[in-house]
């Protein structure tokens, strides 16, 4: 069992270093990439400057031009789809939106399925939305530490949806719905909360958004990712002012966090501000008055788990 324990170990320490190595090579891939590209296009401008004679080519996108490499011929034409996307076109409408979906992004390596995120950040471009399937613990480690992991994140993802863990898988439920003939019938949406996705911000919201910034938002990039998860936990049952009060708290630097974790564990009855940091005391002050006054410690605890479902858990 020593043994055992010894090579798996070893085993986790060799898959640590060759991950490391294949992040390196990637990164010099994409710099050789570029690199070729620019070295094409600084070689066609000699030419022309040079006098030499311009080849035609037959008229069409620039990305089925075959000097391109192929990442490049790629970014083109993610480039030039995501152009299009909302212009009326001659046939018709055009797409209002393009949508990419990637599933199970857990199969890649830690590091290649890194890569992979940050090239589609880079691409996916105006009119388009890629959404992405993936643990954030198991991307972690390729990331560094665990502020880097956050900063990483929270460039790539303007939204983010923490589904809750699965239990029984129902195996028999699903044979039957795959053995079944017509497709299986989906519930409708609920109109609430369309309604409450569609309903914009009061008055009364905005100014309380305003005083939870300094806790929430320290960057352009962490306020408008604030104000996304706000629009989508505000669809529950909860006070919205108490809402707001728990998705900053979830947004807030790890002191502030962990001080409104233990003081919704500990407190009964009203939530208190004292004792809790400046920030903190002065987000909870503007929450209870937006709220009436007061806040329950339930609705406290209630909202902070709604919140919780749209902050990284890291």
């Given amino acids: 069992m020593r043994g055992a324990r010894l090579l798996t170990g070893e085993v986790r320490e060799r898959r640590r270093d060759l991950d490391e190595r294949i992040a390196r090579l990637n990164q010099r891939v994409a710099t050789l990439t570029a690199e070729?590209?620019?070295?094409?296009?600084?070689?066609?401008?000699?030419?022309?400057?040079?006098?030499?004679?311009?080849?035609?080519?037959?008229?069409?996108?620039?990305?089925?031009?075959?000097?391109?490499?192929?990442?490049?011929?790629?970014r083109a034409f993610l480039a030039a789809l995501c152009s299009r996307i909302g212009r009326p076109a001659q046939s018709g409408p055009a797409p209002e939106r393009l949508i990419v979906m990637v599933d199970n992004l857990d199969a890649l390596p830690p590091a290649e399925a890194v890569a992979w995120i940050d090239a589609a950040q880079s691409v996916i471009g105006p009119g388009s939305v890629c959404v992405m399937a993936f643990d954030p613990d198991r991307l972690a480690g390729a990331l560094g530490d665990k502020g880097e992991a956050r900063r990483r994140f929270g460039k790539w993802l303007q939204v983010t949806l923490n589904l809750p863990p699965r239990g029984d898988a129902h195996g028999e439920l699903m044979v039957a719905r795959l053995l079944?003939?017509?497709?299986?019938?989906?519930?409708?949406?609920?109109?609430?909360?369309?309604?409450?996705?569609?309903?914009?911000?009061?008055?009364?919201?905005?100014?309380?958004?305003?005083?939870?910034?300094?806790?929430?938002?320290?960057?352009?990039?962490?306020?408008?990712?604030?104000?996304?998860?706000y629009r989508l936990a505000r669809c529950?049952?909860?006070?919205?002012?108490?809402?707001?009060?728990?998705?900053a708290a979830a947004f807030a630097p790890d002191d502030a966090r962990d001080a409104m974790r233990e003081r919704l564990a500990n407190g009964s009855g009203e939530l208190s501000?004292?004792?809790?940091?400046?920030?903190?005391?002065?987000?909870?002050?503007?929450?209870?008055?937006?709220?009436?006054?007061?806040?329950?410690?339930?609705?406290?605890?209630?909202?902070?788990e709604i919140a919780g479902r749209y902050a990284l858990p890291l």
Avoid at 190 to 214: F, G, V, Y
Avoid at 274 to 288: I, K, T
């Fill in 36 to 74: 070729a590209d620019a070295a094409a296009k600084r070689a066609e401008a000699a030419s022309q400057r040079a006098g030499g004679k311009a080849v035609m080519r037959a008229p069409g996108p620039e990305f089925l031009d075959s000097p391109h490499a192929p990442r490049a011929s790629a």
């Fill in 180 to 229: 079944s003939g017509g497709p299986e019938p989906q519930p409708p949406g609920d109109p609430a909360i369309a309604a409450a996705l569609a309903e914009p911000l009061t008055a009364a919201e905005t100014a309380l958004l305003s005083a939870l910034a300094p806790l929430a938002a320290h960057s352009p990039r962490e306020a408008k990712r604030f104000l996304n998860a």
């Fill in 236 to 247: 529950s049952k909860a006070p919205r002012p108490v809402i707001a009060l728990m998705q």
């Fill in 273 to 304: 501000d004292a004792g809790l940091s400046p920030a903190l005391a002065e987000a909870v002050r503007a929450a209870r008055a937006a709220n009436g006054g007061s806040i329950a410690i339930e609705d406290a605890r209630a909202a902070a």
